[in-house]
Nanobody
């Protein structure tokens, strides 16, 4: 599976963005998909995950974002709202073969990341 994240950019605090992740490969629908982010000098952190059927979602605490997927289009999305400067980071989508996962080592494939910068 190859992943290509897009949709990042510069946004003012309080604004919204929708990140997209395009997956290649015929088995996309069988993977759990997740979003992570990494700010400069910090570890990569889990944001949200969605099961292969989209029947289950899981979020990190206090997340203001929503994850969704469209298996027919091989796409996963992260809708972000009420953005804050501390949301500034490189955002990654990832695919895991197993069940809902929140740890980086549980994911088998990673996209290249898309930069989100929130100005105050």
């Amino acid at each position: 599976v190859q992943l290509q994240a897009s949709g990042g950019g510069l946004v003012q605090a309080g604004g919204s963005l929708r990140l997209s992740c395009k997956a290649s490969g015929r088995t996309f629908s069988s993977y759990t998909m997740g979003w992570f982010r990494q700010a400069p000098g910090k570890e990569r952190e889990f944001i949200a995950a969605i099961s292969w059927s989209a029947g289950r979602t899981y979020y990190a605490d206090s997340v203001r974002f929503s994850i969704s997927r469209d298996n027919a289009k091989n796409m996963v999305y992260l809708q972000m709202a009420s953005l804050k400067p501390e949301d500034t980071a490189l955002y990654y989508c990832a695919a895991a073969r197993g069940k809902i996962a929140t740890l980086t080592y549980e994911y088998d494939y990673w996209g290249q990341g898309t930069q989100v910068t929130v100005s105050s």
